[in-house]
Nanobody
Framework: VQLQAFGGGLVQAGGSLRLSCAAS????????IGWFRQAPGKEREFVAG????????AYADSVKGRFTISRDNTMNTVDLQMDTLKPEDTAVYYC?????????????????WGQGTQVTVSS
């Protein structure tokens, strides 16, 4: 599975951005796709995830009510709508996919990762 994340950029606080993750290859075996982020000097953290079959979603507490993850039926595209952005949302955002069922919060369980896309929120 190959993943490509795009849509990052520079935005003022309170603004919005929409990230997209394009998946190709054996996406039929994908159980879930997640978005993670990593700010300078910090560990990579879970942002949001969505499962293929039931479309179950999960969000980090820090983004609940502001971010929305969605997918198309083929799981070839997973979007992350980010509203009411804050400076602390500044990070490189990555999408990842996992084959096995289980927690979608844990980065170590993901099998494939895309390159990151930079999101910068100015105050």
């Amino acid at each position: 599975v190959q993943l490509q994340a795009f849509g990052g950029g520079l935005v003022q606080a309170g603004g919005s951005l929409r990230l997209s993750c394009a998946a190709s290859g054996d996406t039929y075996s994908t159980y879930a796709i997640g978005w993670f982020r990593q700010a300078p000097g910090k560990e990579r953290e879970f942002v949001a995830g969505i499962t293929r079959s039931a479309g179950r979603t999960a969000y980090a507490d820090s983004v609940k009510g502001r971010f929305t993850i969605s997918r198309d039926n083929t799981m070839n595209t997973v979007d992350l709508q980010m509203d009411t952005l804050k400076p602390e949302d500044t990070a490189v955002y990555y999408c990842a996919s996992r084959r096995a069922a289980g927690s979608i919060y844990y980065a170590g369980a993901y099998n494939y990762w895309g390159q990151g896309t930079q999101v910068t929120v100015s105050s």
